[in-house]
């Protein structure tokens, strides 16, 4: 957890605090974290209570890792501070309109409370209040502040009301965009999320629509294109800036989809080239970032350079498909077709239900596989969560090799950028562990620590073939 924490504070200094938004569901972020927190309040039989306080929804967009990182920190925190008694999470919220709301969070706690003096320093690094008093706890001095840095970046608050030997109490807000309304239920524990369900179609078609996606990673580009079948869109791709320029040139698109973090060009200098390029087709047509990298205020520096939009990855084929419908020509989107509409046979219902089960007991051989957050990605498909696990795992092999290739040439960009794509990949098929993992090496490369990739880079080969090798036979 100190090195963890170190690390984390390290990149908040070096302003590399990285936010990425997408939907999620509060129902399963609180059953994820619950449980190991229970335990720890159970070692001090001490009570852990969830309350719901009223309506708000379920489906929300924000950095849910995030959003998990700052209860983690604060429930620890208060089940580490109190001794007797009970740590109670109480989540809450204000709906703005309909597609935003104040989300609420706050934890209170029976436990050794915080002098006045503590609280002016609280949420400073390497500060832990009332020293004298708590010197038998262990800690590093850096959990809040993390929290208070992450909410700086979330364009959130916290705030704390606290009475020496009277427990404490934090209140966390922060503003979180409205992807279902769908309430979030007081037995959230028991709950399995519509969102995995597969029982949502599409909504729309646009089989003439013409899209352009440009990734420099082969899987990525496969991926997309997956996301984007129950569409019936069948996108044009290539795996570099250049040979974007050139396909502008040739053809006229209704909407591009561009990487961010590609070798040689990338999606920025991509995009000033076609739009001020004489002989480009395409200088006014939207163009729409993919990126992993996005961070407070990205949406403005991407909008400010010419982008319509921005996706994160890993990403969400839901969001895919509508981001994708808000861009293009009218005349190219058509209604659903009724088929495609039409409430489920219960027996194939059922045999969905079973297959689905079936894959998450293969699943459960791939450590640190998060299969609930594998196919809320590929949009509750469990056929296109196949495809999915099946492309990431075949691009493996070649992956290693061209890494092993750019480390022994110290190619930090090009190792980088692979390194970049294996991040996302991993966190879209819910690998959320080796998707950090391989956030070091890229955050490594482009720093050109070349010490740690060489000491590391071997080992985290390894356990990137150990995971596919396991896909592999899925």
Do not use: W
């Not at 109670?88 to 050794?112: A, F, P, Q, W």
């Not at 009332?130 to 010197?135: M, T």
């Not at 009724?338 to 791939?366: D, F, G, M, N, W």
């Not at 966190?427 to 950090?436: K, L, N, Y």
Request: aromatic letters at 4%.
């Amino acid at each position: 957890m100190l090195v963890n924490d170190v690390l984390d504070f390290s990149k908040i200094e070096a302003g590399k605090m990285e936010i990425n938004e997408a939907p999620y569901r509060m129902s399963e972020l609180l059953r994820s974290i619950m449980p190991m927190l229970k335990e720890r309040a159970d070692e001090k039989e001490l009570r852990l209570k969830t309350l719901i306080l009223r309506d708000i929804p379920d489906g929300q967009i924000s950095d849910e890792f995030r959003i998990r990182q700052i209860l983690i920190n604060l429930i620890n925190n208060a089940i580490k501070y109190t001794d007797h008694g009970s740590v109670t999470l109480m989540v809450d919220g204000e709906n703005l309109s309909s597609e935003k709301m104040t989300l609420r969070l706050i934890v209170r706690d029976t436990g050794r409370g915080i002098s006045e003096e503590g609280q002016k320093h609280l949420f400073e690094a390497f500060t832990r209040a009332d020293v004298k008093k708590n010197g038998s706890i262990e800690g590093t001095g850096l959990g809040l502040a993390i929290v208070k840095s992450i909410l700086d970046s979330l364009g959130g608050t916290v705030s704390v009301t606290s009475k020496e030997g009277e427990g404490s109490e934090f209140l966390v807000r922060i503003p979180v965009g409205i992807s279902d309304p769908e309430p979030l239920k007081e037995d959230f524990m028991k709950q399995s999320s519509p969102a995995v369900s597969g029982e949502k179609g599409c909504d729309y078609r646009a089989p003439e629509a013409k899209l352009l996606v440009v990734d420099d990673n082969h899987s990525n580009l496969k991926l997309v294109g997956l996301f984007l079948k129950r569409a019936g869109i069948v996108p044009e791709t290539c795996d570099s800036g250049k040979k974007a320029i050139e396909k502008c040139r040739s053809a006229r698109y209704d909407l591009i989809l561009l990487d961010h973090m590609m070798p040689e060009l990338d999606g920025i200098e991509t995009l000033h080239r076609i739009r001020t390029d004489e002989d480009s087709k395409n200088r006014n047509v939207p163009v729409i970032v993919l990126t992993a990298n996005a961070v407070a205020g990205s949406r403005q520096i991407y909008l400010d350079a010419g982008f319509a939009d921005y996706l994160t990855k890993p990403i969400d084929a839901r969001l895919l498909e509508q981001t994708v419908k808000k861009f293009l020509p009218e005349d190219k989107v058509l209604p659903a077709e009724e088929e495609k509409k039409s409430s489920p046979i219960p027996e194939l219902a059922e045999k969905r239900t079973a297959a689905a089960q079936s894959l998450k007991e293969k699943l459960s051989v791939v450590e640190d596989l998060d299969y609930d957050t594998a196919l809320r990605y590929a949009g509750g498909m469990e056929d296109l969560l196949l495809e999915m696990l099946k492309t990431v795992a075949e691009d493996c092999n070649a992956n290693v090799e061209k890494m092993r290739k750019a480390l022994s040439g110290k190619d930090m960009e090009n190792y980088g950028c692979i390194a970049h794509a294996v991040k996302g990949q991993m966190g879209s098929i819910g690998i959320a562990s080796f998707s950090e993992r391989a956030k070091k090496h890229e955050t490594a490369a482009k720093s050109g620590d070349l010490a740690f990739l060489t000491q590391d880079s071997e080992a985290f080969f390894t356990k990137y073939l150990e995971i596919c090798g396991k896909l592999e036979l899925l």
